[in-house]
């Protein structure tokens, strides 16, 4: 991984760069997590954004699946409170 990117293969052995958005540790579930994205958009125009486990302490580690329910919700739960934060931040740069 560089400094704020990394690269995958995709399905067809292409490769695919991804930058990170942030990485968390979650006291309710003891995992460490990453979210990333490539930039792509959706067909709502919204940009689509992944997540995954992974070892902050093993630089070849492998990225790892989202098992359950629980994780999801909360994944959604910071990505929702940063996206307000940077919404209530835009609102704030306009007024000024």
């Known amino acids: ?41 959706d067909k709502d125009g919204n940009v689509e954004v992944y997540a995954s486990t992974y070892d902050p302490n093993d630089p070849h580690s492998s990225l790892g699946p989202i098992e359950t329910e629980k994780e999801w919700k909360v994944i959604e739960t910071i990505l929702s409170t940063l996206q307000e934060e940077v919404k209530k931040k835009a609102n704030q740069n306009n007024e000024q």
């Open 1 to 41: 991984m560089k400094k704020n990117s990394f690269i995958l293969l995709d399905e067809n052995g292409n490769e695919v760069v991804y930058d990170v958005l942030f990485t968390f540790e979650s006291e309710e579930t003891q995992k460490n997590y990453i979210v990333y994205t490539d930039n792509t958009k």
